[in-house]
Nanobody
Framework: QVQLVESGGGSVQAGGSLRLSCAASGIISSINTMGWYRQAPGKQRELVASSSSIGQLNYADSVKGRFTISRDNAKNTMYLQMNYLKREDTAVYYC?????????????WGQGTQVTVSS
């Protein structure tokens, strides 16, 4: 069983920065994709950024140039550096791991961490 624990959320003024961390524990396949998602009140959960174990990165258009995803595979930890935050970035941020090759993939989610951006 894989467990994910997020940290680093909080409140910040527009234009500020936050860094989220997601630590994974348990037996994790060497083939995986880790990603950050967010869900604002009344909206669907959306992908913010993802990073695969082979180095593929993907960002939502709304965060390109402002957010940076990274991972430390030795520590099974993923990060999201968020700069130039906007009010519309306010949401609960979740980390997710898609563990294993596609034919036996299992998905795990963290509990979420709140990010609030005020003007």
């Amino acid at each position: 069983q894989v467990q994910l624990v997020e940290s680093g959320g909080g409140s910040v003024q527009a234009g500020g920065s936050l860094r989220l961390s997601c630590a994974a524990s348990g037996i994790i396949s060497s083939i995986n994709t880790m990603g950050w998602y967010r869900q604002a009140p009344g909206k669907q959960r959306e992908l913010v950024a993802s990073s695969s174990s082979i180095g593929q990165l993907n960002y939502a258009d709304s965060v390109k140039g402002r957010f940076t995803i990274s991972r430390d595979n030795a520590k099974n930890t993923m990060y999201l550096q968020m700069n130039y935050l906007k009010r519309e970035d306010t949401a609960v941020y979740y980390c997710k791991i898609e563990d294993g090759p596609v034919w036996r993939r299992q998905d795990y989610w963290g509990q979420g961490t709140q990010v609030t951006v005020s003007s």
